[in-house]
Each structure stands twice: as C-alpha cells, then as structure tokens.
C-alpha cells in the first residue's frame, strides 16, 4: 500500500468518526452495530448459500439477534475508550503547550534574572578588589581588609553559579550551540585547568597528577566548555578526597577512534542511587564531606549536558570508600587522527 492510499484512509476514517460524533453516543452505537449486524447477515447468507442451502426467517432471526447482542455492547465500550482517548489527546497537547509555554518563560526569566545580577555583581567585584588590594591607599584596619577578601570571593562564587544556571538554561531551551567550536591540543588547554586547581587542591591536601598517552591529541571542540566540564569535575573530586588523597587526570584513544578523558579519585565514593541523584539538577547528596562543598548541584549536571552537546558521554563509577571514576568519551568525528593532520 502506498503512502498516498495510507494517508486516503486516514483521511476517510477521520470523516466516519467526525460523522459518527454528530450522531451523538446513543446514535452511533446504533449506526455502528447495525452496520456490524448487517455484515453478520449478509456472511451468513453467502455461506449457506456456498453450501447449496437456502436461508430461513429463523437462522436469519437467529443471526441478526446474536450479531445484535454481542456488537452492541463491543462497540458501546469501543466508543467509550475512544472518546476518552480524544479526551487525552487534547489534555496532552494542551498540557505540551503549557509546558512550552512555561519552559520559554523559564528561559527568559533567567536570562533577565542573569542580566540583573550581573551588572551589580561586577561593580561588587570590582569595588572589593580595589579595597582588597588596597589601589587606592592602604587601609588602616586588617579586619577591614578581611571583609574586603571574603566580600570578593563571595561574589565570585555567586557569579560562578548565575553562570551556571545560564548555561544549564540555554542548554535546555536549544540555546546553547557549540559555534566557538574548533581544532585544539586537548593535554594543555587541560594542564591550564588543573593549575587553577591547585591551591584547591593544596587546601585540602589532595594531590593532583596528569596522565596523557598522547600529549598532542588534538579535538574538534569548544575549548572553553572542554575545560568548563573538566573544572567542574576536578573541582567536586578534590572536595570529596579525603586529605592525602589523590585525583587523577588522564587522557587515551578507545579502538573505535573515540577519544577518552577520565577523572580519577581515591575519595569518599558514592552508592548509585547518590550516582542519580548527583547527576540531577541542583541534586546534593548528604555525607560527611559535604560541608566541603560549595555550589548548587549544577556541576555534575552541567559537565553531562556539554559532553552531550558534543555528540559525547559522561559515564561515572563508584562505590562507597572506595573512590570515583568519571568517563567523558569524545566521538571519533571530534577526534583529529594522523590522517586528518596529513589532509590538511
């Protein structure tokens, strides 16, 4: 059957039922079951007559009688389910509207809300670096200067979460594309990552190492979310390392030309049920290091969306004491081979 006859019965089947609704439940029931009752008859008649046998007013009775009693209460039912099946539809497009409707406000919301704070978040920052490290004169009263310090960091970090939020936003409304993309050596755009991380890492007595099996691997990628995603899971692996420590940073080429960066650490670990939640927006798990933790729960959940804005994955290991290991997996259409090197 061609696709033009499939879409001329759907268009016929859509004109019997508009037809049927205006009979209204009562009627239609009687349309459709004397339309059942009526092929009932006219099989049976074909058949007695196949079998060289004439019809009688009793069979004939008989077989409207039993088509009657057994289609009527069938097709009442069937109607019955298919107008709560209609009723269903429309709830659900209805609802699907709403909820596109919702997500566009959402969006918007944030995008305004992101605005707003960020404007007087920078003149915060600004103003507290210039008191903190005294551009204008020195300041008399240390503890002033102290005030200045954590009035500087505390708007970092408020930034650092609107940031996230913003991306986590676009990610999910469509927004976010991946135009900056572009050929770079992954190892030292990521060495730059882990040297930010260094005094986080020093404060809490975990130690930091790289691991590359090729140090000149190259990707087709957005360094900046690259290394964003790479922050965001060092950064969590260091607060959830216990002091002596270790976190692991490492690069290798899968057989199916896929390329792999993993994040190792020797912390505390998680249960996959704290695995789940940990990957949900804003989800926290409750342990004995979280008062180590600053942040929203966006880290994790923004590190996931990106790999997948890249055609990649973000795949994590782990178990209580005995550490995590985290899988970002590059498609081999973003990986740069010596075949691609020679091309160009």
């Known amino acids: 059957m061609s696709g033009h006859d499939v879409k001329r019965g759907r268009t016929i089947g859509i004109r019997i039922e508009q037809q049927l609704q205006k009979l209204g439940p009562a ?4 349309a459709l079951s004397a339309a059942a009752v009526l092929t009932t008859l006219l099989i049976h008649l074909i058949l007695r007559l196949a079998d060289g046998q004439l019809p009688n007013p009793v069979s004939i009775r008989n077989v409207l009688l039993e088509g009657l009693i057994v289609a009527a209460p069938m097709i009442l039912y069937s109607r019955r ?11 659900l497009k209805a609802m699907s509207s709403q909820a596109q409707d919702a997500s566009r406000a959402k969006s918007a919301f ?11 978040l920078n003149a915060i920052l600004g103003f507290s670096e210039i008191m903190k490290d005294q551009h204008l004169g020195p300041v008399s009263n240390a503890r002033y200067l102290g005030y200045a310090a954590d009035i500087h960091a505390s708007g970092r970090h408020l930034l650092g979460i609107i940031n996230d939020v913003l991306d986590l936003a676009k990610i999910e409304s469509g927004k976010m594309t991946l135009d900056e993309a572009e050929e770079f050596t992954l190892a030292p755009s990521l060495t730059a990552a882990m040297v930010m991380l260094s005094s986080l890492g020093e404060r809490h007595g975990v130690v930091l190492e790289e691991k590359w099996d090729d140090a000149d691997q190259r990707l087709i990628a957005a360094p900046r979310m690259v290394r964003q995603i790479v922050l965001n899971l060092v950064g969590n692996a260091i607060k959830f390392t216990p002091a002596g420590g270790r976190v692991t940073l490492s ?9 792999q960066v993993s994040v190792r650490d020797t912390g505390i670990g998680m249960s996959q049920n704290e695995i789940t939640v940990a990957l949900l927006p804003f989800g926290q798990n409750h342990n004995k290091m979280a008062g180590r933790r600053e942040g929203t729960g966006l880290g994790l959940p923004l590190a996931k969306a990106m790999m997948e804005l890249h055609g990649g994955t973000l795949a994590m290991q782990s178990e209580p004491n005995r550490g995590t290991l985290v ?13 691609d090197k020679k091309a160009a």
Not at 81 to 91: C, D, F, N, T
Not at 251 to 259: E, F, K, Q, V
Request: aromatic share 4%.
């Open 110 to 120: 944030i995008a305004n809300m992101s605005h707003e704070l960020r404007t007087p």
């Open 81 to 91: 389910v298919i107008r709560e099946l209609a009723k269903s539809r429309a709830e």
């Open 251 to 259: 690069g290798a080429s899968a057989l199916d030309g896929s390329y």
């Open 327 to 339: 899988t970002l997996t590059f498609p081999a259409d973003r990986v740069v081979t010596d075949k």
């Open 27 to 30: 009627g239609a029931t009687l």
